[in-house]
């Protein structure tokens, strides 16, 4: 696309970022917004010689408005800057929320902005390192018409990503499907590592990595047939095993592995792998592991009489 005079309000991980990969395409950073420290630092090493301004007056200055500020500020951040005049009539506002669509953009749209959603699939450090993982990564956009569906997918492509579209009515669903798989896996792969610290592993990370790599990989391509372990091949005994050794050395890991191992259950039941009669004993394990869970702790003796 012609280049654009950009300005970015949020230098977070991610504006900073998609700020130094439209800079490298050929569009000009006119100016940005940051106040912490943390982002000052990011503008800093990613963004030389950038002004950094106020919101309104990053609005005022460019022609493609990116709002990558946290998802609750959103709507605050546009009523903002269109009752201060900031955002004007043929302006193009993009936001990078998951979660969110058109409707929070609805006070730049009223007065003839175009607006879009475009987001990028990713977890970002904030760092130069991400700048190569733009490449191939997929943005979830969301726009009302053709021009501005055309402006979006140009905009990703200068970024070195690949367009997918996600009606309105399901951007919330979409930002669930990749925060149940991005975030919710940190905690799982920490909680992992959790566990094998207590049983003496000196290297938790990489004793996972190849297993996990693989893991990953096999999941991507064949879903539940990806499948292996205890409870898909029905050894019931390990499973008991397993959430005594938990529940004596790493307790605040219990919860979780209850938890996915009775998701993994169902689906070995489901696909047919692991017999009813099998299941129910791996079943039954785990529900006594949560009746012990709600369990009040033993009463200290001295409080006994008290």
């Known amino acids: 696309m012609n280049p654009l005079r950009v300005g970015v309000v949020g230098a977070g991980r991610v504006g900073a970022v998609l700020a130094a ?20 630092a990011r503008i800093a090493s990613l963004l030389p010689g950038v002004p950094v301004e106020k919101p309104t007056a990053v609005a005022r200055a460019c022609d493609l408005l ?27 506002v993009a936001h990078t929320s998951g979660r969110h ?26 760092t130069s390192v991400d700048l190569a993982r733009l490449s191939g990564c997929v943005f979830g956009l969301t726009a009302a018409t053709p021009a501005d569906r055309g402006f979006a997918e ?47 592993a000196t290297d938790p990370a990489g004793t996972l990595r190849p297993l996990l790599t693989a893991a990953l990989d096999n999941a991507l391509e064949h879903g539940d047939a990806a499948l292996t372990g205890p409870i898909v ?3 019931a005994g390990t499973v008991a095993a397993h959430l005594d050794d938990i529940r004596t050395n ?8 209850v938890s996915m ?12 792998r692991l017999l009813p009669i099998r299941a129910l004993k ?20 001295h409080l006994w009489n008290q």
Do not use: C
């Open 21 to 40: 990969a439209l800079r490298s395409a050929g569009h000009e950073i006119v100016a940005v917004a940051g106040e912490s420290d943390a982002s000052r």
């Open 66 to 92: 990116l709002l990558t500020v946290p998802d609750d500020m959103l709507g605050n951040v546009v009523r903002t800057m269109v009752d201060a005049g900031a955002i004007r009539p043929g302006m193009y």
């Open 101 to 126: 669509g058109l409707a929070i953009l609805e006070p730049a749209a009223a007065i003839g902005a175009h607006v879009m959603a475009v987001h990028p699939a990713m977890t970002f450090s904030g």
């Open 154 to 200: 140009a905009l990703v492509h200068d970024l070195g990503g690949n367009p997918m579209w996600v009606p309105e009515e399901m951007r919330t669903l979409y930002h669930a499907g990749l925060a149940h798989g991005a975030n919710h896996l940190v905690t799982l792969v920490t909680e992992a590592m959790e566990i094998l610290a207590a049983a003496g």
């Open 233 to 235: 091949r029905g050894d």
């Open 250 to 257: 790493a307790p605040q890991t219990l919860a979780s592995y």
């Open 261 to 272: 191992a009775r998701a993994t259950l169902d689906r070995a039941v489901s696909d047919g």
């Open 282 to 301: 791996i079943k039954n394990l785990l529900d006594d592991a949560d009746r012990a869970a709600v369990q009040p702790l033993p009463r200290p003796a």
